[in-house]
Structures are given as structure tokens and as C-alpha cells.
């Protein structure tokens, strides 16, 4: 079992910044791949980004490629997801979750993903 907490989330105006975080307890959670997905109201929920357990690989969507940078501190047991020049498309519901050790380019279904996090909001004005 493995828990995810994300935080980090709020509102912010159209070019700004956030980071959100993922913090991990239970299972080895540095063993496995984290993504980051979104769920937008009424829209299917999406990939954003993944890393691999060292860190040392990460794949995008082509709609945040350039703008938002995941990365990951094991000895935390944390994952973030930097997001600049945010836009109001990218208003969401933002998760975390904790999957297996495929390559990353095939790490981009909700399938491939064995546990969640709850969520955390973020809000882009224009």
C-alpha cells in the first residue's frame, strides 16, 4: 500500500507559477514511477507528466512540454510538478500517482497507475 498526499495548489493569474507537491508513505514509493494527471470539469482526467524511480527520466504531454518540470526527492519521498506560464487551460483538478516500472512513454493511462492521491485544485484567472 502506498499513500499520496498533493498539495500546493490555489489560484493564480494567467503567467504565474505554482508547484505542487506529492508527498508518499507506505511502499518502497522511490521503486516506482509517479505521474501527475488532470481532470478539467466535465473532461476525461489526463496525463501530465512522469518520472522514473530515479529521477533519472521524465516524458510530457504536449500540452505542459516546456512549461511544467517534474522532478523527485526520494530521501523525501516527495515528487513535484513546477507549472510556469500557466493559462487558464490548465485549470484543473491536479493528482499524483504511484505506478509501475514500464517505460515512461507507456505510463501515460490511468490503467497503469496502482494508487492515488486525493487531489489538489488549481486555478488559472485570465
Known amino acids: 500500500q502506498v499513500q499520496l498526499v498533493e498539495s500546493g495548489g490555489g489560484l493564480v493569474q494567467a503567467g504565474g507559477s505554482l508547484r505542487l507537491s506529492c508527498v508518499a508513505s507506505?511502499?518502497?514509493?522511490?521503486?516506482?514511477?509517479t505521474g501527475w494527471f488532470r481532470q478539467a470539469p466535465g473532461k476525461e482526467r489526463e496525463f501530465v507528466a512522469a518520472i522514473s524511480w530515479s529521477g533519472g527520466n521524465t516524458y510530457y504531454a504536449d500540452s505542459v512540454k516546456g512549461r511544467f518540470t517534474i522532478s523527485r526527492d526520494n530521501a523525501k519521498n516527495t515528487v513535484y510538478l513546477q507549472m510556469n506560464s500557466l493559462t487558464p487551460e490548465d485549470t484543473a483538478v491536479y493528482f499524483c500517482?504511484?505506478?509501475?516500472?514500464?517505460?515512461?512513454?507507456?505510463?501515460?493511462?490511468?490503467?497503469?497507475?496502482?494508487?492515488w492521491g486525493q487531489g489538489t485544485q488549481v486555478t488559472v484567472s485570465s
Open positions: 500517482a504511484s505506478g509501475s516500472r514500464l517505460p515512461l512513454v507507456l505510463m501515460t493511462t490511468r490503467r497503469k497507475y496502482d494508487y
Open positions: 507506505g511502499r518502497t514509493f522511490s521503486s516506482y514511477t
